[in-house]
């Protein structure tokens, strides 16, 4: 979530495509709060909002403690606003969301 509000806070408008893969396959500790959580997912939907732009952040999370936390961010999000998460086990199902075959390049 770090690298993704970085990504939308310094790009161009038109360099942020509508899609993101976050694979939490690797993810081993997890070194913030709910707070963190919260604070990142508001200013990501404040972002995009300033810019008009949409976004869905399809999270690849195979284990219980990625999953719990991927789920708790889709939960916090505003399911009303500009940023749209979704999350999967499975990391086809989580490419499928965003109706790729596998992962682009730009999205790495």
Do not use: C
Not at 8 to 33: I, M, Y
Not at 68 to 81: H, N
Not at 84 to 106: F, G, K, Y
């Amino acid at each position: 979530m770090r690298e993704l509000f970085e990504r939308l806070h310094g790009a161009d408008p038109s360099a942020v495509a509508g899609k993101n893969f976050t694979d939490l396959a690797d993810v081993a500790a997890v070194e913030f709060g709910f707070r963190e959580l919260h604070w990142h997912s508001q200013r990501l939907q404040d972002r995009l909002r300033s810019r008009n732009q949409r976004l869905l952040d399809s999270i690849h999370a195979p284990d219980g403690v990625s999953f719990g936390l991927a789920r708790i961010y889709q939960q916090v999000v505003d399911p009303e606003g500009p940023l749209q998460v979704h999350v999967n086990d499975e990391r086809r199902q989580a490419l499928a969301a965003l109706a790729l075959p596998h992962i682009p390049e730009e999205l790495l």
